[in-house]
């Protein structure tokens, strides 16, 4: 069983910054693309950023400038670095990898814009 674990969300004013990590197995997170999805009340699921074995990246038009997704090759994790944060961000965000074709998910973490 694959197990990805997300930390970091929390409660933020609008306009401040949270960093989220996701914890990955080593095997699988060397070989994939890794992706942040969001998913606010009564929404549908979205995919936030992405980023490449490559470091290519690429991000749902209304989060970029302000999110940065990285790799930490070193201790096999994914983060999102969110700054300038808008009452609109707020949802819950899940880590994602799809390996040999199946998809998995974290747990999900919290994050709370208030205006």
């Known amino acids: 069983q694959v197990q990805l674990e997300e930390s970091g969300g929390g409660l933020v004013q609008a306009g401040g910054s949270l960093r989220l990590s996701c914890q990955v197995p080593g095997r699988i997170f060397s070989m994939n693309v890794m992706r942040w999805y969001r998913q606010a009340p009564g929404k549908q699921r979205e995919m936030v950023a992405s980023i490449t074995v490559n470091d290519e990246t690429d991000y749902l038009d209304s989060v970029k400038d302000r999110f940065t997704i990285s790799r930490d090759n070193r201790n096999d994790k994914v983060n999102l670095q969110m700054d300038s944060l808008k009452t609109e961000d707020t949802g819950t965000y899940y880590c994602?990898?799809?390996?040999?074709?199946?998809?998995?998910w974290g747990q999900g973490t919290q994050v709370t814009v208030s205006s």
């Open positions: 994602n990898v799809v390996h040999w074709g199946e998809t998995y």
